[in-house]
Each structure stands twice: as C-alpha cells, then as structure tokens.
C-alpha cells in the first residue's frame, strides 16, 4: 500500500473549503489529475453517494467509481474507489482544520501495490509523479478558494 500527504493553508473558512472540494464537479478545476466527473457530481456528496470520475493519473488513464464512506462536515470526508476493470482501487481522505482565519487542509491518497512488479514500479516512477500532481493540485485549490473570496 502507498501513501500519498499533501497539505496546505487555505485562507478560507473549513466550512467553504469542505463544501467546495466534496463536490466532485469541482475536482477536475483544482486537481490535474481529475479530467471530468459524472453521476452524483454537482453536490457536496454524503456516505454512500457515488460519482464517477476520468482521470489521469501518472499517465494512466481511466474511470473510477468513488464511494463517500465517511463524512463529518466540515472536519472529515473519505472516499473509496474502484477503477473500471479492477477489483481494487484507492482511497482519498480529506482532513480539514479551522487555523486562524482559514483552513489547514490534508489529503491524503492511499492505494495498494498489488504485485512486485507493480511495487518497483511505484517505487521508482508512479509514487513520485503521484505525489507532483498531488502537490501541484493543492496549490491551484489554494488560488481557487482565496480568489473566490477575494471577489466576494
């Protein structure tokens, strides 16, 4: 199993940035990895609501069917998924903290390395440019959020 943290500081109330990156419409504006999503995808999405997602992933391409299996607003939301063809898919945490006048925001990625093959491979290539596409996405949902409220 991989684990893939990012974090960062948003400068807009948990309550604004929970709402805004539990909705999976929203995904594929902040996260480059997030290409379009369907199904369930226009609201905040509580447990047992799905969506499914096209992404690309470290040059994977593909669909993936996301579960909400967790969430207590506005502190807590997770997510399991299952890529089209698979058995297996990953799991996505989100963990928001009121900090100051904003939101300390982690995301968390986890997703299993079936195989060895697959696990030298994550461990030289995948993991790492996960991990870029991960951090790239949690700067443009940084600029995204206080660029929203600056114009409010």
Known sequence: MTRIYTATYI??????????????GNWPQWHPSSLSVSSGSNHSLLPGEQCIEEFLVAGRHGKVTW??????FPQRWVIKGIIEGRTHGGTVSYKLLPKDEGTHFEREFDYPTPGLMFMLLDLLI??????????KAMRQLKVILEQQTAVL
């Open 11 to 24: 400068s807009v109330p948990a309550e604004q940035v929970f709402t805004y990156v539990t909705t999976p």
């Open 67 to 72: 579960t909400v299996t967790e969430c207590v």
């Open 126 to 135: 995948v993991r790492r440019r996960i991990h870029a596409e991960s951090q």
